[in-house]
């Protein structure tokens, strides 16, 4: 097997026994492998538990490869079924992020659809009620031969445009309201490190089975 | 303890436009005394149509391309031309002077400030810093008027004027017609009335008798400069004022139209703007329809303004940015002219219309003709053309009653009316031509010798009516007043179609007995007709035929029994005088009759 990330790391996890002590050691030497890369014990009693890093069954990343091995067969087992749960669940939190992330940013798009044609609809509908409300009113009252009924459109159109920039100003909210959600979905995903712990004990039981 | 009160009341001025000149009383002198506004000489067309309005304490004026302001409240400033002119509502201050201003006013060129002086005397040395936006500037010059004894000869325009003693100058605008008052821009130094004044050109020098550092000032009305105030119609004939606006109308491009400055603002006329006291421009028709060119306008404190057309009456009420309404009044009847109405004590309004002389009562129940009924044909007898003729109404607080003057513009020509509340009838009269009417106005003023309705005449005078003279003064000389009474024509018996014969007549002539308190009449003629109907009878009064029989009667009460014996079916009486000097007023006529047989 060829040294991927150095020939001490290599040699150490490889060959050698590691000293009870150095588990982050192999913890670490697993880490540098990449994904499917584990820490198994291979001896030793209660507190002078050996560990040992196991290259992942494809290979270590960037070429070659190389397999596992050691420990009993219950325990690969349990290791095995333990890593399958892990991705497992693994697979399902990645797909229910990826759910939600996607109706957060449906909803996000939404602002820029159907909600803002509707808004400057029902604003260009009121600014025609009130240009036409208004000259009515001035037809009634004699004005229309002023320059007030003149500068009604201009008045509607004002107002219109303070409406235009109310919609905008909504929408912004609106969209602000769900990237903050998204933002804090995001923010609260975490990824806890694994409970070696009970992969410890159950190793230890094997071990002593 | 005795309490002081001072009084404090408004002082009016009267001011008059004629010969092209405007003349206002200077009530500093004494009521009633004129003096002309030297520095509008020239400017204005008294030959064309012109209207004034009071607002502000100014007077605006239309008289066509000539729109103008007489200021008779602020101050003038002269400086090099502003960067930025000082918005109206600025407040001015001179550095070390401390004197301030509130800005109403700048001129187009920015060279000249007009507004209020609050505080201090204003110097030509120290800086002038605005709250505003504009531009500091120290001043080169405040408008001044001397007041002096008459000069031989007048000094001209830009003529610099020096004062000893306190080398004060002042550069010369205009001198006045009587070549008493000394128009200008005072320069440097403050003026006394101890120190000799000269002249850099031939005028006479002079002391000052008064001094004034806020003269009336006269300067062209436009809107303010910077462009966001608008533009005026460039030609208007007519000017009101209502609710803080000033009113413009009878522009000839645009005769239908009328304009209205900003409330409170007569240089701001930027129409359209979302502001309820925005100018505003309109005219007077109902949606779709032609608007009715307007001859007057008519505005009655801030409840209405009444637009006068040719051929329809309307009514503004309440203001036309903020939920007024224009309604019609009339489809039948316009107004003749600007001045061809008069309001009495009781808020009617009387105008002379298409159809004759007619009243809208105050509350607007309705427009009636007043001659329709004893002067049907009123409107054809005058022909009044409002391109010959000019209608002048006023109404006569002292006479109880409506003056309405007809006069032909070119000659002074005139037929008048005046009708009586009293007696609810038109008397026929007319004037000398040199007292034809151009104008009337009752003026209220502070001294009640002149409170009176006043005339402003062709000759250029203003007259108004006295009781106590007896000939009409037209100028040079006095006019004999010729007068006369018809009295209606009387059937001479009781029975339809028959004769009667007139056998006894007597005249009870005013005054009492003579020299006693009552006023004296002075003598009267009388001339007696006769005729088989009425209306020839009339004819003959009316043509000045020969009468029946005439003669004249002298001093008061009752006279001696006249005994005519004249045969007829109907009888007509006149009494008349033409006598210089003397008026006349009778009190009754008796008369006796018999039958004498039927009509042949």
Known sequence: MGDQQGTLRYSESWKGEIMAGT??????????????????????????????????????????????????????SLLANFQKREAAALASNEAREAEVRGTYDE??????????????????????????????????SGMYGTTTAASLPVQAENQAARSRLKLEDLIQQRTNTAKLGKAAFVERISEPYPDYNILMQAAAAGASA | MAV???????????????????????????????????????????????????????????????????????????????????????????AS??????????????????????????????????????????????????????????????????????????????????????????????????????????????????????????????????????????????????????????????????????????????YGTNDPMSAVAGNNADAGQCPDIIRTLISFHDDYLIFGGTSTIWILRGDPVAGG???????????????????????????WGSGGIYEIKSDFSGIRN?????????????????????????????????????????????????????????YPESYPSECGSYSMLYYDANDTDYADLLVGCKN??????????????????DQAISSYATYPITPLSSDMDQNGKLTE???????????????????MTYELYSGDDAETVLEDIVDGATAFTSGTLSGTGRKNKIRPRMRGAFMGLKIYNSTASETWAINRVLYGTRKAGRVR
Not at chain 2, 461 to 477: E, N, Q, V, W
Request: hydrophobic share 40%.
């Open chain 2, 370 to 426: 007043l001659t329709e009924m004893v002067l049907p044909d009123i409107i054809n007898d005058e022909a009044a053309d409002p391109s010959t003729h000019r209608i002048t109404m006023g109404y006569d607080k002292k006479r109880h009653g409506i003056v309405v003057a007809i006069t032909v513009l070119a000659t002074g020509v005139n037929s008048n009316y005046f009708y009586s509340f009293k007696t609810e009838g038109f």
């Open chain 1, 23 to 76: 588990y982050y050691a192999a913890l670490a030497q697993a880490q540098s492998w990449g994904a499917g890369a584990k820490v198994v014990p291979y001896g030793g009693t209660n507190t002078g538990i050996k560990y040992k890093a196991v290259p992942p069954p494809g290979g270590i990343r960037g070429g070659g490869g190389g397999g596992g091995g050691g420990g009993n067969s219950a325990y690969a």
């Open chain 2, 505 to 523: 007549l007597v005249f009870d002539l005013a005054g009492g007995a003579s020299g006693g308190d009552a006023g004296d009449t002075d003598g």
């Open chain 2, 97 to 270: 002077s401390a004197a301030s201003m509130i800005v109403d006013h700048t001129n187009t060129a920015k060279t000249l400030t007009y507004g209020y002086t609050t505080t201090g005397t204003w110097d030509f040395s120290n800086s002038v810093t605005g709250s505003g936006a504009g531009t500091a500037f120290t001043p080169t010059g405040q408008a001044g008027m001397l007041t002096h004894t008459a000069l031989a000869t007048a000094h001209a325009a830009d003529d610099v004027l020096t004062q000893a003693t306190s080398s004060a100058t002042m550069t010369v605008t205009a001198t006045d017609a009587t070549k008493t008052h000394t128009y200008g821009t005072i320069t440097a130094g403050t003026w006394n009335t101890t120190n000799a004044v000269t002249g850099s050109g031939s005028g006479t020098g002079f002391t000052p008798t008064a001094v004034s550092v806020r003269p009336p000032v006269w300067y062209d009305w436009t809107v303010e400069p910077g462009g966001t105030s608008g533009a005026m119609p460039a030609k208007a004939y007519l000017v009101a004022v209502y609710r803080g606006r000033l009113v413009l109308a009878g522009n000839p491009l645009y005769p239908n139209q009328w304009f209205m400055a900003k409330v409170a603002d007569p240089f701001n006329w930027l």
């Open chain 2, 325 to 351: 309404s224009l309604d019609n009044l009339s489809d039948t009847t316009g107004i003749f002219g600007s001045n061809s109405w008069c309001f009495d004590d009781a808020r009617n309004l009387y105008f």
């Open chain 2, 4 to 94: 002081s009160i001072t009084d404090k009341i408004s002082y009016k001025r009267l001011v008059s436009a004629g010969n092209d000149e405007l003349w206002l009383e200077d009530i500093n002198v004494a009521a009633g005394t004129k003096i002309e506004l030297a520095t509008a000489t020239g400017d204005i067309d008294t030959g064309d149509q012109l209207t004034m309005a009071s607002a502000f304490q100014k007077v605006f004026m239309a008289n066509g391309a000539n729109l103008k302001v007489a200021d008779f409240i602020n101050t003038r400033l002269t400086h090099t031309a502003l960067t930025a002119a000082h918005a109206r509502g600025d407040i001015l201050t001179q």
């Open chain 2, 460 to 477: 250029g005078y203003i007259r108004k009516f006295l009781t106590s003279a007896k000939d009409d003064d037209i100028g040079a000389t």
């Open chain 1, 107 to 140: 909803i996000i798009g939404q602002g820029q659809g159907a909600f803002r044609t509707a808004g400057l609809a029902d604003i260009e509908e009121a600014k025609t009620k009130a240009v036409g409300a208004g000259t009515q009113q001035l037809i009634s």
